[in-house]
Nanobody, 124 residues
Framework: QVQLVESGGGSVQAGGSLRLSCAAS???????IAWFRQAPGKEREGIAE????????YYTDSVKGRFTISKGFTQNTVNLQINSLTPEDAAMYYC??????????????????WGQGTQVTVSS
């Protein structure tokens, strides 16, 4: 069992940046950690993932070039740098973990463990 805790959300103006963090209660050498987001009235969307074994990353097209997922300072932390925020990025952001390698797509049913989320609000 692993607990995930997100942090770093907040309220920013359009064009601003945020760095979200996901801290896991334990480290898995070979796991896939992903970020999802869900805006009110919309389905949860997988946006980025990283394989802890190699550091390989994958992004959904909607965030490529603006979002960067990376390993944190500690081996059980993953960060999501979000730049050039737009009101369309406003959502609850969740991190999730699966105890196996990443796939070339990000689907919520593939992930076993979830955090409670951190809210991102963007004002225009």
């Amino acid at each position: 069992q692993v607990q995930l805790v997100e942090s770093g959300g907040g309220s920013v103006q359009a064009g601003g940046s945020l760095r979200l963090s996901c801290a896991a209660s334990r480290y898995y050498m070979s796991s896939c950690i992903a970020w999802f987001r869900q805006a009110p009235g919309k389905e949860r969307e997988g946006i980025a993932e990283i394989y802890t074994g190699t550091g390989a990353t994958y992004y959904t097209d909607s965030v490529k070039g603006r979002f960067t997922i990376s390993k944190g300072f500690t081996q059980n932390t993953v960060n999501l740098q979000i730049n050039s925020l737009t009101p369309e990025d406003a959502a609850m952001y969740y991190c999730a973990l699966r105890t196996s390698s990443c796939k070339s797509y990000i689907r919520q049913n593939d992930f076993q463990f979830w955090g409670q989320g951190t809210q991102v609000t963007v004002s225009s």
